[in-house]
C-alpha cells in the first residue's frame, strides 16, 4: 500500500514513515506549494490545505500542519509559528516570556487524509516547556528552546543535533496521530 505524503519536513515525514511502515503502509514524500489561508483555527487551515493539496494531484493524499500553543500567552503564536520564526529570534521569545512563570508550550499535530469521498483528520498534543536560554544548533529559532516532554530536558535543536528525532521510544510518543491514521487506514 503506497500513500502520497505532501510535506516539505522532512522530519514529520520520517515519524510518518517510520509509524505507518509498521502498519504495512508505504508513504513517499512530495514537496507541493500551495497558498494556505492564514487565521485561528488549525483544523481550517489544515482541511484547506487539504483541498488545495487534493485539487493539485487528484489523487489520495495525506497532510500535514502544526501549530504551537503557549497557554500563558492565551495560546499565541497557535498556526502562526511558521510566521513567528521568520521574524522572531530565540531572544525575541525569551523576552516575551519574561517574568511568566508557566512556561509550558504544546505541539498540536495535525493530520488529514483527503482522498475523492473524503477528509479525516486525526491530531496529538505533545507537551513541552520553553526553556530559559537558548540551547542547540538549528535554522529554526523556537526549537533552541523548546523542550518537548518526550525529548528528556534537551531542546528540539539538541534532539536534531545529536540524531535522537527518529529514536523509536521518541518515534512512539511524537507520532500517537499517525498511529491512530494508520490503524483507520487499514481498517476501511
Known amino acids: 500500500m503506497k500513500l502520497l505524503c505532501a510535506t516539505s519536513n522532512s ?6 514513515q517510520q509509524m505507518c511502515r509498521r502498519h504495512g503502509i508505504e508513504l513517499e514524500q512530495i514537496v ?8 485561528e483555527d488549525s483544523e481550517e487551515i489544515l482541511r484547506h490545505k487539504a483541498r488545495a493539496v487534493f485539487e493539485r494531484l487528484r489523487q489520495p493524499v495525506i497532510v500535514t500542519d ?11 503564536p497557535g498556526p502562526y ?5 521568520t521574524w522572531f529570534t530565540p531572544d525575541d521569545f525569551l523576552r516575551l516570556m519574561h ?12 493530520i488529514a487524509y483527503i482522498d475523492e469521498a473524503e477528509i479525516v483528520t486525526f491530531e496529538h498534543d505533545v ?3 520553553l526553556g530559559q536560554k537558548a540551547s542547540g544548533n538549528s535554522d529554526i529559532p523556537i526549537t533552541k528552546l523548546v523542550q ?3 525529548d528528556n530536558g534537551l531542546s528540539m535543536a539538541e534532539v ?12 512512539d510518543k511524537m507520532s500517537v496521530a499517525w498511529q491512530e491514521f494508520a490503524k483507520w487506514y487499514k481498517a476501511r
Open 11 to 16: 522530519i514529520k515525514f520520517g515519524l510518518g
Open 32 to 39: 507541493i506549494e500551495v497558498d494556505e489561508i492564514q487565521g
Open 66 to 76: 502544526d501549530s504551537w500553543r503557549i497557554p500563558a500567552l492565551n495560546g499565541f
Open 81 to 85: 509559528m511558521k510566521s513567528m520564526n
Open 99 to 110: 517574568g511568566v512563570r508557566d512556561r509550558s508550550i504544546i505541539l498540536e499535530q495535525r
Open 127 to 129: 507537551p513541552g516547556q
Open 148 to 150: 518537548l516532554d518526550v
Open 160 to 171: 536534531y543535533e545529536r540524531g535522537l528525532e527518529h529514536q523509536p521510544a521518541r518515534i
